[in-house]
């Protein structure tokens, strides 16, 4: 069975600063990997996705996140965060075009001025 | 833009009480979803759809029941509320095509007293 890990609960982060969100997996096969956003009182929206190709994913809003299959893993990044920010980060794996995702359990992100 | 609305933003349900949450897409999407989010634990899927009159068991459907008599409405049915139910309960339809995604409704959030 997949499951998605985020270690981090909680990160708190000074605006203009650099972001990272840690996940790791476990899926026997290639997964399907996603990064969705949910900001207070919002649904969840796609920030990335990767199927195939390109480990490296570019992303919307700035971010970008690396498959590292060696390693199980596949982080978010944000080089300069803005308060906007602000919001709990999911990170979901699947084991095909069907979604039926798997959620990490969240991290919230916390940008302080 | 793709809508996936959410016919109640919050619910207050007595225990043993029928509840039904109704989601509506205006895309003619084939694929819905029904998951609920807990803190620490993230997304579970708990019912999905694949066309109208079809559904299949997530991960945690036990107590819940759905409905897609319509293509554009997925309705999850509480068949006698518990309070272990109270959640957040996010609707969600899937687009098809070369750039395939979820897209997710506001969230219900459901107290059961």
């Known amino acids: 069975a997949q499951s998605v890990t985020q270690p981090d609960i909680h990160i708190t982060v000074s605006e203009g600063a650099s972001l990272e969100l840690r996940c790791n997996y476990s899926y026997g096969a290639t997964p399907y990997l996603f990064w969705y956003v949910q900001s207070p009182g919002q649904g969840l929206q796609l920030l990335l996705k990767y199927f195939s190709g390109d480990t490296l994913v570019q992303g919307i809003k700035g971010f970008e996140a690396e498959f590292k299959r060696s390693q199980s893993s596949f982080n978010l990044r944000k080089p300069s965060v803005h308060w906007s920010d602000a919001a709990e980060y999911f990170c979901?794996?699947?084991?095909?075009?069907?979604?039926?995702?798997?959620f990490g359990a969240g991290t919230t992100v916390t940008v302080r001025a | 833009d793709v809508k996936v609305t959410q016919s109640s933003r919050y619910l207050v349900k007595r225990t043993g009480e029928k509840v039904f949450l109704e989601c509506v897409q205006d895309m003619d999407h084939e694929n819905m979803f029904w998951y609920r989010q807990d803190p620490g634990l993230g997304l579970r899927l708990i019912y999905f759809s694949y066309d109208v009159k079809m559904k299949e068991k997530g991960d945690i459907p036990e107590g819940y029941s759905v409905s897609r008599e319509k293509k554009e409405r997925f309705s999850l049915i509480l068949e006698s509320a518990s309070t272990n139910q109270t959640s957040m309960y996010l609707c969600a339809s899937k687009s098809p095509g070369s750039n395939e995604k979820l897209f997710f409704g506001s969230g219900t959030q459901l107290s059961v007293l």
């Open positions: 979901a794996v699947g084991a095909g075009l069907d979604y039926k995702l798997s």
